[in-house]
Each structure stands twice: as C-alpha cells, then as structure tokens.
C-alpha cells in the first residue's frame, strides 16, 4: 500500500515536493511512478523510477521542472515540481510495481501498476 501527501495550493512558478509513503513496507525491488489526472483529462504518467533507482522516466511536459526520487531507507519517495503552472493543478497519485520496466522512454499508460494510493491534490493558482 502506497500513502501520497504533499499537495496543496501554490502561486504559479512556486514549487512542491511530493511524498509517496510505502506503508508498513519498502519499495525494495518496485519501480514507483506518479500519475496524475487533470478534471476533464485523462490520467497522464508523470514520472518513475526504476527498482535499482538508476533509471528515471519523466514526461515532455514535466522534464527538467520535476525530479523523482527515493530515500536511503527506500520507504518514501519523493517527487520535487519546480516551476509550476496552471497546466499542473491536477490530482497526484502514486502507483508501484515489481513488474514495471523502466526507461527513459518508456509509455507510463501502457504498464500495469499493482498497488495505487488516494491520491494528493496540487492546486496551482493566484
């Protein structure tokens, strides 16, 4: 069972760091990926990172504004959304897999993600 917290309301440009908790476990062995899902859109693949944390996937729309990453414990992990806009209110989820494989490349949509938590909402307005 994965918990998210983090989201909140903030200005457009300001940034938000993301928690994705693995409950009463850790996320040994699983890649961890964040979703989101904007009202009237459909659910977008955000960023992931694979099981041995070397390889990371993040979408066209988030590169170089969001970094996913783990703690030493591999009990949390983090995404860190600098720069933020209007395009990026949404609800966050978090989802972890022992079967996902990871590039850089990689179709976030098309992979199976076992365990999925609640999900956080990010609010990006003035």
């Known amino acids: 069972q994965v918990v998210e917290s983090g989201g909140t309301l903030v200005q457009p440009g300001g940034s938000l760091r993301l928690s994705c908790a693995a409950s009463g476990a850790t996320f040994n062995y699983y890649a961890v990926g964040w979703f989101r899902q904007a009202p009237g859109k459909e659910r977008e693949g955000v960023a992931c990172?694979?099981?041995?944390?070397?390889?990371?996937y993040y979408a066209d729309s988030v590169k170089g504004r969001f970094t996913i990453s783990i703690d030493n414990a591999k009990k949390t992990v983090y995404l860190q959304m600098n720069r933020l806009n209007a395009d990026d209110t949404a609800v966050y989820y978090c989802?972890?897999?022992?079967?996902?494989?990871?590039?850089?490349?990689?179709?976030?949509?098309?992979?199976?993600?076992?365990?999925w938590g609640q999900g956080t909402r990010v609010t990006v307005s003035s």
């Open positions: 990172i694979s099981e041995d944390d070397r390889i990371t």
């Open positions: 989802a972890a897999d022992k079967w996902v494989f990871v590039t850089p490349w990689m179709d976030m949509g098309s992979q199976t993600f076992k365990s």
